[in-house]
Structures are given as C-alpha cells and as structure tokens.
C-alpha cells in the first residue's frame, strides 16, 4: 500500500539513519550523505510515498519532484528497505502508473549511477515503457569513497506509456529488485498471491529461499 510519507515522518526519518546512512548497500541512493533531508507537508513540488506492508510496517520509499510549468516529473527515488522487497516492488509499478494515469503528467525522466546493480533493470523497464535513454552526464555523482560515477538519464513521455502499457497488459510477472542488487521474476499469477477487485494485492507468502537471498 502506498501512503504519504509525511504520516511516517519521525518513523521514517528513523529507518533512513538505520538502514541507509553510511551503509555501503545504499552508496547509490544516498552517495555518501543522506539526501532525503526533507519530507514536504506540500505536494507542490514534490510527491513522497512510502510503501506499506499489511503488518504496518514501511518496506521502502518512493519520491519524485514534480513541475508544474510543464506537467512533468523527475529526480525519482526508490529506497527498498529490504522489509517486504515484493510489496515495495508492486507499490513502486502502482506508482509509476499514477504518474500517467491518475495525476496525468506528461512525461516522466529519471537517472541511475551508473555501475548501480539496479540499472540494468532500470534499462528493461524503461524500454518496457516505451521510453529511451536520453544520454549521459559524465562525472556528476560522487559515491562514498569520494569516487565519481556517471549519471545515465531515462525519459518516458505518457503517450508512450499508455501505448506500451495496453501493449504490455498480459504481464504475467514482476521483477523485484533487492538494496544489494539481487533481482527476481515473481509470477503475478501465483497461489500466493491474492488479488481483490479494486485490483490491489495482498502478499501472503513468497519463497523464503527467494527472500533471503
């Protein structure tokens, strides 16, 4: 389930100190200093999520910054806390969705550091949007240890999303990314999964040997 971030706020800037800051698994996100330093009580320039499980607990979060000018959104963040990986990766799809479909923006860019275990998924997904890789910034991330990285750009118009999703509708999985890398194919139509009529989810059971990994 997503809800806003700022009903988590002291929670969740508890989690961000624990899980993220000076962990090496993180070095991507946070690149050597907490970034997430704000959570908004405006959703003008900003829309913050965090992902939640059925037991209340936070499985990640998802934040994007928004303009208004010209009803796009970019700068998009997503943290998993290794809580509920599966629960954090639909929350994350559900929200890529609403960017188009609920709040109606008209194009969505995002970066990934590249060398970032996650971007090869970032490459599938992004080509699964209909959108492209606009290009690159050389030297404009600066990790941990103080070395420079890349940053590789993605841009998805929402004409381009609609047209892939309708394309797309008879996915029958779902790749879950973990903070160190690891990535999984879950079957959306597996008995263990449950699916009610407002199409949301409920995550029952997923395997352990697929979770601890």
């Known amino acids: 389930m997503l809800a806003p971030a700022i009903l988590y706020k002291d929670e969740l800037h508890k989690i961000m100190a624990q899980t993220c800051w000076f962990n090496e698994k993180y070095k991507y996100f946070n690149r050597g200093y907490e970034s997430f330093d704000e959570i908004v009580d405006s959703t003008e320039k900003q829309h913050q999520f965090v992902s939640i499980n059925k037991e209340g607990k936070i499985c990640g979060l998802f934040f994007y910054y928004v303009d208004r000018h010209t009803r796009s959104v970019c700068g998009i963040n997503a943290a998993s806390f290794?809580?509920?990986?599966?629960?954090?990766?639909?929350?994350?799809?559900?929200?890529?969705?609403?960017?188009?479909?609920?709040?109606?923006?008209?194009?969505?860019?995002?970066?990934?550091?590249v060398g970032n275990p996650i971007e090869p998924t970032y490459d599938k997904l992004c080509a699964k949007m209909g959108g492209r890789v606009v290009g690159y910034y050389r030297d404009d991330a600066m990790l941990m240890d103080g070395s420079y990285a890349d940053i590789k750009v993605y841009e998805v118009m929402r004409d381009e999303y609609l047209a892939s999703r309708n394309k797309n509708k008879?996915?029958?999985?779902?790749?879950?990314?973990?903070?160190?890398?690891?990535?999984?194919?879950?079957?959306?139509?597996?008995?263990?999964?449950?699916?009610?009529?407002?199409?949301?989810?409920?995550?029952?059971?997923?395997?352990?040997?697929?979770?601890?990994?």
Not at 92 to 106: G, L, P, S, Y
Not at 172 to 177: G, P, R, W
């Open 170 to 213: 008879h996915t029958t999985s779902i790749e879950v990314a973990y903070a160190n890398g690891l990535t999984i194919e879950l079957p959306l139509k597996d008995p263990t999964y449950a699916w009610n009529t407002n199409n949301d989810y409920e995550v029952k059971n997923y395997p352990e040997k697929e979770k601890n990994q």
């Open 82 to 113: 290794d809580v509920d990986p599966v629960v954090f990766g639909l929350d994350v799809k559900r929200a890529i969705e609403d960017i188009f479909t609920k709040f109606n923006f008209h194009k969505m860019c995002f970066g990934v550091v």
